[in-house]
T-cell receptor, first 114, second 110 residues
Framework: EAGVVQSPRYKIIEKKQPVAFWCNPI?????LYWYRQNLGQGPELLIR????????DSQLPKDRFSAERLKGVDSTLKIQPAELGDSAVYLC????????????FGPGTRLTVL | RKEVEQDPGPFNVPEGATVAFNCTYS??????FFWYRQDCRKEPKLLMS???SGNEDGRFTAQLNRASQYISLLIRDSKLSDSATYLC???????????FGAGTRLFVKA
């Protein structure tokens, strides 16, 4: 069974440029998460989807970040414009959505903003 | 105070040693608890869920203390391959938001 797929794996951009990350969750997983992980820190939730609905986006910096999950499957996370402090690993995860269920993470996108 | 706190370590132990990590959480309404393992430059992967009665998987034992609001992970007979960062995760009730700790780094040396 295929795991969570993310692309690109690495991205280097200059500040003020836009960037987008793509995620394809495990088939059948209704819940999709986007996390940001800084060096030496744990993943921090940016947004959580239940199917196509964003049910928790309280930690998403909405002035520059946006996300969508059309048709409740694939998802895209966008940053526009990027800032130096956005350099991090962006992880996508999916789960069945049941309480106590395991989250399966993708390999992440390592973003460097110069 | 962070919602989930872990000792960052690093823990440096010889092969065969027993090592224990603790993780404290602040929200008493938390309902599910996990330990994830993260290798260097890799994604987190579930190591084990933590149940009220405690659970064991081979050399790994996890325990939950709701009264004191902490969970623990015990690794017996450490192997070189156990070297990784161990992330504590706590799922809040009524929304299932998961909060991760910053992780505890473990180095097992020959």
């Amino acid at each position: 069974e295929a795991g969570v797929v993310q692309s690109p794996r690495y991205k280097i951009i200059e500040k003020k440029q836009p960037v987008a990350f793509w995620c394809n969750p495990i088939s059948g997983h209704n819940t999709l998460y986007w996390y940001r992980q800084n060096l030496g820190q744990g993943p921090e939730l940016l947004i959580r989807y239940e199917n196509e609905e964003a049910v928790d986006d309280s930690q998403l910096p909405k002035d520059r970040f946006s996300a969508e999950r059309l048709k409740g499957v694939d998802s895209t996370l966008k940053i526009q414009p990027a800032e130096l402090g956005d350099s991090a690993v962006y992880l996508c995860a999916s789960s069945s959505g049941l309480a106590g269920s395991e989250q399966f993470f993708g390999p992440g996108t390592r973003l460097t903003v110069l | 105070r962070k919602e989930v706190e872990q000792d960052p370590g690093p823990f440096n132990v010889p092969e065969g040693a027993t090592v224990a990590f603790n993780c404290t959480y602040s929200n008493s309404a938390s309902q599910s608890f996990f330990w994830y393992r993260q290798d260097c430059r890799k994604e987190p992967k579930l190591l084990m869920s933590v149940y009220s009665s405690g659970n064991e998987d081979g050399r790994f034992t996890a325990q939950l203390n709701r009264a004191s609001q902490y969970i623990s992970l015990l690794i017996r007979d450490s192997k070189l391959s156990d070297s990784a960062t161990y992330l504590c995760a706590v799922e809040k009730s009524g929304g299932f938001k998961t909060i991760f700790g910053a992780g505890t780094r473990l180095f097992v040396k020959a």
